[in-house]
């Protein structure tokens, strides 16, 4: 699988590219945003190093590394990011951040929706995410996207789990 250009009702998930790494560093720049992930915003070189790696792809071909930047349709700056781990095209690991000035409006949802609708429509089955027991808002995107905790946890985070709407014929 690639992560393909997709538009939403008020996004676009376009296809991560390492000059993204400009903009995405004041998008993601606020703390905050580390609280349950750890670690410390990446400034602009930090990023396009990351980005770098994540666009050279995972290097193991059962492995698909699907990485998207939110773009507003209005205004046309950039949000956020979702992204997508397939292995061997049948399970997805997914995750996603708003930065904190586009937060509380729904985007990360939306993302999330259209990123695991997307992941059906290729073939997957099964979509995973771990989120931080206390992170509500994640939990929230989670359920939005059809995702149920299993009450398992993996370093220190509860295992979301849910299945790709069947695609449409």
Known sequence: MRAERVRTERLELVPLRVEHAREMAGVLADPGLHVFIGGEPLDEDGLRARYERLVGGSGDARVS?????????????????VQATVHDGETAEIAWV?????????????????????????????????IHPGHHASAAVATAAGLAPTGEIQDGETVWRGTTPAPER
């Open 98 to 130: 708003v930065g904190t000035a586009w937060q509380g409006r729904g985007f990360a949802s939306e993302a999330a929706r259209t990123l695991v609708a997307l992941l059906g429509r290729a073939g997957v089955d099964t979509v995973v995410a771990h």
């Open 65 to 81: 590394w699907c990485n998207w930047v939110l773009r507003l349709r209005s205004g046309g700056q950039l949000a956020g990011t």
